[in-house]
């Protein structure tokens, strides 16, 4: 995919160990922002804007008309701050279409609201796979890619894919399959998918686990990934790939913050409604998960 520049601005949460983008084509044009982050205090319950801000600051410092926040899928390791950059900003919130399936299975388990809405409304765009859509003058499309849940999504901008939670820098391999509707053959084809993408093709992380002594990275390229992944590099078939990450899921504490990060993100960033006393809540289902 060809077309203007694409300037790429990373941003690293070091609590949830979440890449945020902001993509645009220079100063005083268009831009989409990718998996923003909203600062959540477990402790306490209380959220915050502290993430959020630098988005603003640097959008704002560069004159960026936010025309997209896109999410790569309902995250579960963090809440997103979707509705309140668009507060802020503007711009459309977008995921992929199974969103609708993701919303109809934790509607269930966590009991929600009679009025919940599971057709994906809360979101002012569904993508479909394959669909191509423009950030100002930048040329983008969005890819299906489900394992990791069913609505996961990846954003082509230019010669660059934000990969959402498929696949992660080739020391750390590939993401669990574990959670409602996680199936890890389709996993494992959708990241044939992207793997089949031209090798100097950049993929952008939406997390970043490193060992010790390497820093957090947020790029590396469909070559690397096939050469070096531990997961899934060249020569790893799909058999070998579910039997990997069946036994690997089993081992795997559930992420910390999925219960707060589950209920908000499938609202596209909002809270739940408020109760009669002003305060909105968080429901914990005991032995559900």
Not at 107 to 122: C, H, M, V, W, Y
């Amino acid at each position: 995919m060809r077309g203007k520049p694409v300037t790429i601005e990373p941003f690293f949460d070091t609590y949830t160990d979440t890449w945020t983008y902001v993509v645009h084509a220079g100063p005083g044009t268009a831009c989409a922002i990718i998996d923003p982050v909203l600062d959540y205090d477990q402790k306490s319950g209380r959220t915050s804007t502290v993430s959020a801000h630098k988005l603003v600051e640097y959008i704002r410092y560069n004159d960026l008309k936010t025309e997209w926040i896109l999410e790569t899928h309902a995250h579960a390791d963090h809440l997103s701050a979707s509705a309140w950059l668009k507060a802020q900003l503007g711009g459309r919130i977008a995921i992929g279409s199974e969103i609708r399936a993701v919303q109809g299975v934790f509607r269930k388990i966590f009991n929600l609201e009679p009025g919940f809405a599971t057709d994906g409304s809360q979101f002012d765009h569904l993508f479909s796979d394959g669909e191509k859509f423009r950030i100002g003058e930048l040329e983008a499309e969005a890819l299906h890619l489900p394992g990791h849940t069913p609505a996961d999504m990846a954003y082509r901008i230019g010669g660059a894919v934000f990969v959402g939670d498929t696949i992660f820098m080739p020391d750390v391999g590939t993401a669990r399959c574990d959670f409602p509707g996680g199936d890890a053959r389709m996993l494992y084809r959708s990241i044939r998918r992207l793997l089949d993408l031209p090798p100097e093709t950049v993929l952008y992380m939406c997390h970043d686990y490193p060992a010790p002594g390497r820093k957090p990275a947020c790029r590396t390229t469909v070559a690397d990934e096939r050469a070096k992944n531990m997961h899934v590099r060249d020569g790893v078939g799909e058999a070998d790939f579910v039997a990997m990450r069946a036994k690997r899921d089993a081992g795997l504490d559930m992420p910390r913050l999925i219960l707060p990060s589950v209920q908000v993100n499938i609202r596209a960033g909002n809270f739940p409604p408020q109760d009669d006393n002003g305060i909105a809540y968080l429901r914990i289902p005991l032995n559900a998960l």
